[in-house]
């Protein structure tokens, strides 16, 4: 079992910045990936950024420079450092856990077992 919980978001203006912090426990087993998802509204949620126990840091190409995924406190916390926020950059933000075995991919949502309930980021 591993539950999440996420905090952080809130209204922004366009080029602002907002900090997303992921509170985690349980199995660290079921957690040696943590990543962060955003969807807009009607659409799927896309990884973006997702950092291993190891160290490992893979982003999603296109959020490169703007976002930085990194420990929080400790190692039972993660964090998302949103910079140069956009409109688009508006939606939910979900952390979410996998083990480090792949199997579709490193920021597939088929991946993650665990779920938090998201926070919700506006950029206006």
């Known amino acids: 079992h591993v539950q999440l919980v996420e905090s952080g978001g809130g209204s922004v203006q366009a080029g602002g910045s907002l900090r997303l912090s992921c509170a985690a426990s349980?199995?660290?087993?079921?957690?040696?990936?943590m990543a962060w998802f955003h969807q807009r509204p009607g659409r799927e949620r896309e990884g973006v950024a997702v950092?291993?126990?190891?160290?490992?840091?893979k982003y999603s190409d296109s959020v490169k420079g703007r976002l930085i995924i990194s420990q929080d406190g400790d190692k039972n916390m993660v964090a998302l450092q949103t910079n140069d926020l956009k409109p688009e950059d508006t939606g939910m933000y979900y952390c979410?856990?996998?083990?480090?075995?792949?199997?579709?991919?490193?920021?597939?949502?088929?991946?993650?077992?665990?779920w938090g309930q998201g926070t919700q980021v506006t950029v206006s």
């Open positions: 979410a856990a996998a083990s480090l075995v792949v199997r579709t991919g490193w920021l597939s949502a088929a991946d993650f077992r665990y």
């Open positions: 950092l291993t126990t190891g160290g490992t840091i």
């Open positions: 349980g199995s660290p087993v079921n957690r040696g990936r």
